[in-house]
DNA sequence: CCGAGATGTCGAACCGGTTCGAAGAATGCG
DNA sequence: CGCATTCTTCGAACCGGTTCGACATCTCGG
């Protein structure tokens, strides 16, 4: 069930088959015809491992993905999705390659033995080697999120920095002047993860320039580490009436904390950040949020990177996306206020 | 920076530097060391399609997941990671496939095109023409789930009947007497989704056998969905104390919909299914429920995939999990009772 | 000292496609 | 009618590995 095969079903040789389903050179009605009725009878599909071998394209393209050991996150699942889907369009097929302890090989794997033709990193860094490596080969690739130097690169991301600094005015224009901010872990900060730094960067600078008094904390990627920072938050400044958060995962526990304090949101507490809308739906009172829009970052990663293969000397593309903020109901007026 | 550039500088032949790296044949230790030093130096990889091409195996496994239209759950998000970081340990890679709307296109392309030596077939349907299929290929492939007739196939899933009886029992044992029963969605149920039905039947089977008045609803996969299913049940039988859910994105909508009715968990109302650990504890009170082990289902899925492409010819082996109930916060004596 | 067996290396064939150059047939034009 | 052009098809080479059979060399026992 090979080319030979057809060929020699069909009475033509390998090459007339090969060209008569790709069409790069012209074959005769007829022949066309007895090919493609010949592969329609016995199923036949070119294998993909020739294929790649013989035109140097596997048609696929590799995403790198956190490890385990970092909770996920429901927007990074809704972003997979959307790099699958989208990817499928373009006839692509996706493979996944955690990055993690051994990242190296994993990831050598997927470029030195020529799995994909291109990749799409996730998780970010200011200071990321896998970028710079990836750039000094110039080989396709597309980062979701932009480093301290993203000139050269390929990228889409959130505008981190004005996303923060829009939560911080939002609670400002309420009349919130002590404000919290729960960043992602301690040990994401000092890898150097972009979100978490832009994001702090944004929240500090807008809280200055408004005059507000801020704290600032790092918190673990599940509920009982959200409920404990919610609590240390309230023993360091009981005054604190609102907090931003980036940590998606962290949300519920900071929404028990608030409850176990007695503190009822959003009469006695706001609470706001960047959120994927489809979760900050899951708790209750919904979360106003700045949406992260998981599902056009996929797409447009994924357009990026199909364009940037197709054409390896073009010259970098990026998006920077600042979706507005959703107003739902976890935000009003200071107590006190109003 | 191919095996031949290797085997020049090396001053060796081709097969030699094959045989080098892969131990097949001896090799003299000194040839070895150059071998290998040449390589070191240049950093060189076998081209995996070239490899793949000549021996029939691409070390890649496919894993056929649920498209994007229906909303992902943290579970399986976490079951995704787990699939990765095991086959990385058997050094495979995983591919992604959508299967959805044109299943048939990417998945023929995983199996006829040989891209993969085995798959992973997520959400499994009581009668699924995938593992037919698959079957009478005999191509290496491991459902999450089993079908009604899954006596020829390979599988790992949970004991959904017993998890919801448990759950029934669980209930019935704090003396609530009428439950309702949150299913996934009306759709999913319609096209077979093994889960949703034979969770239904264990629901229905142990709330008859305790002599239960139950009522059993399908709700959609969002928060919105949940609170309105919620608002159904109480407005159809308001004496309702309890619930029992399979649905882990509706289950914040759930919860709201008890808090804007005014009933208090777990004194008023009792909340409990199956749901992966790491989700039930965002939710306040913590969800008691039966813990999906994502993570276990995930690495038992690789290993029995690897140990089936390494047999074609053994015998089907599964495994059927049934994980206790995690007793969290969400469920307590029925009101009016003690 | 000779033959058997082990050891190390090589060349060639093969996996299943794609693509190039060339050749034969058909067609068009002067 | 002859020559140039186009259309169609074929064979061969190539992509970059693996593996088989053969051959040369070395080792050891009788």
Redesign the pocket.
Known sequence: ???????RRA????????????G?????????RRVQQVIDELG????A???A????RTNTIGLVFPPAGNHYTGMQLDFIGSVVEAAAAHDYDVLLSPSGADSDRSFQRLLAE?RVDGAILMEIRLQDDRVDHLGEENFPAVCIGRTAQPEGSWWVGLDHTALTAACVSHLADLGHRRIAFVNRPEHLLRAGYESAHRGLDGFTEAAAERGLTVRTYRCGDDAPAGQECLERILREDPDTTALVTLNEAALGGLYRGLAMAGRQIPRDFSVTGVVAGRWAETVTPPLTAADVPAEQLGRLAVELLVERIGHPDAAPRHHLLTPPISLRASTGPAPGRR
Chains 1, 2 share one sequence.
Do not use: D, Q
């Open positions: 069930m090979n080319i030979g095969e057809i060929a009475g033509v040789s390998r090459s007339t088959v090969s060209y008569a389903l790709s790069k050179r012209s074959v005769s009605e007829e022949t066309r036949y599909r070119p294998n491992s020739a294929r071998l013989a035109n140097g020529r």
